[in-house]
Nanobody, 126 residues
Framework: QLQLVESGGGLVQPGGSLRLSCAASGFSLNYYAIGWFRQAPGKERERVSCISSSDGSTYYADSVKGRFTISRDNAKNLVVLQMNSLKPEDTALYYC???????????????????WGQGTQVTVSS
């Protein structure tokens, strides 16, 4: 199983920004589709964003479109989720996941990712 580590979570006021990173050791993230998911207490896991390995395409949930940006930093072997204009409803535990996917990542749900990090908490509150 691939090892992934998320970082960058924290407490931020509404309207603020956070930069989440998904790091890997021992393998190159560039060869994998990377998804960011989140789960708030009492709610189902939600797909937030993903970036494909096949064609570099990206996907964003409607709830974050225009506010979040996913990108690869190949030099550092990271995938970054830049989160701007944060809202209280963005509060959740955020996970990154990696999988070797043949098609663009938006085709795939969380159940099709088999390599997950431990998560990083994001809390948006005044």
């Amino acid at each position: 199983q691939l090892q992934l580590v998320e970082s960058g979570g924290g407490l931020v006021q509404p309207g603020g920004s956070l930069r989440l990173s998904c790091a890997a050791s021992g393998f190159s993230l560039n060869y994998y589709a990377i998804g960011w998911f989140r789960q708030a207490p009492g709610k189902e896991r939600e797909r937030v964003s993903c970036i494909s390995s096949s064609d570099g395409s990206t996907y964003y949930a409607d709830s974050v479109k225009g506010r979040f940006t996913i990108s690869r930093d190949n030099a550092k072997n990271l995938v970054v989720l830049q989160m701007n204009s944060l809202k209280p409803e963005d509060t959740a535990l955020y996970y990154c996941a990696a999988e070797s996917l043949a098609l663009s990542c938006w085709h795939y749900s969380a159940d099709e990712y088999h390599n997950w990090g431990q998560g990083t908490q994001v809390t948006v509150s005044s």
